[in-house]
T-cell receptor, first 115, second 116 residues
């Protein structure tokens, strides 16, 4: 069975702090994709990143960085120097290559960045 | 491109009424998904289409739910009759195949359905 676990339900930080959102996934398939989406208070789901199972290279995009480790089945997301606008619910998701386009979402982590 | 467009943004209806949610995917995308978000169950896939053909509807909760995609630019999700437990945010998303690989899904802004 496939599963995504985001153990942190809520995180609260003060602006300019670094924060890491954890994501652990389960699958026996060798070909899969991992995603992060952001859901701000306005409600839409915004795509942040996609990673395939054969690419463990970490990625940095501005203040955002992602650490993919197959050995621990984790795909963690770090925001450096957090800002109030980063306040949102963040979802990690898994897509198995031979199961069409179905995304399996974690329960989400609500990040609150206080000024 | 305007992105995935859903209508209405909000819908309040009485139990027993028929509800139709609408979605216009991003032009050129060949996959369309309907997801539902609730506090209890999180985000779950209801059904998805490829080239207008339903591929997997195993997530559709029961026969009261139906979805159609008459053409590449329009899809509907219908609930008949609606029940209070159907209250949720319904998202439509689309993606496309590129060289055999599917890109990420882009989501609409969602329809918040309240059944009273």
């Amino acid at each position: 069975a496939q599963k995504v676990t985001q153990a942190q339900t809520e995180i609260s930080v003060v602006e300019k702090e670094d924060v890491t959102l954890d994501c652990v996934y389960e699958t026996r398939d060798t070909t899969y994709y991992l995603f992060w989406y952001k859901q701000p208070p306005s409600g839409e789901l915004v795509f942040l990143i996609r990673r395939n199972s054969f690419d463990e290279q970490n990625e940095i995009s501005g203040r955002y960085s992602w650490n993919f480790q197959k050995s621990t089945s984790s795909f963690n997301f770090t925001i450096t120097a957090s800002q109030v606008v980063d306040s949102a619910v963040y979802f990690c998701a898994l897509r198995i290559n031979n199961q069409g386009g179905k995304l399996i979402f974690g329960q989400g982590t609500e990040l609150s960045v206080k000024p | 491109d305007a992105g995935v467009i859903q209508s209405p943004r909000h819908e309040v209806t009485e139990m027993g009424q028929e509800v139709t949610l609408r979605c216009k995917p991003i032009s050129g995308h060949d996959y369309l998904f309907w997801y539902r978000q609730t506090m209890m169950r999180g985000l779950e896939l209801l059904i998805y289409f490829n080239n207008n053909v339903p591929i997997d509807d195993s997530g559709m909760p029961e026969d009261r739910f139906s979805a159609k995609m008459p053409n590449a630019s329009f899809s509907t999700l219908k609930i008949q009759p609606s029940e209070p437990r159907d209250s949720a945010v319904y998202f439509c998303a689309s993606s496309w195949s590129m060289g055999g690989a599917r890109t990420e899904a882009f989501f609409g802004q969602g329809t918040r359905l309240t059944v009273v």
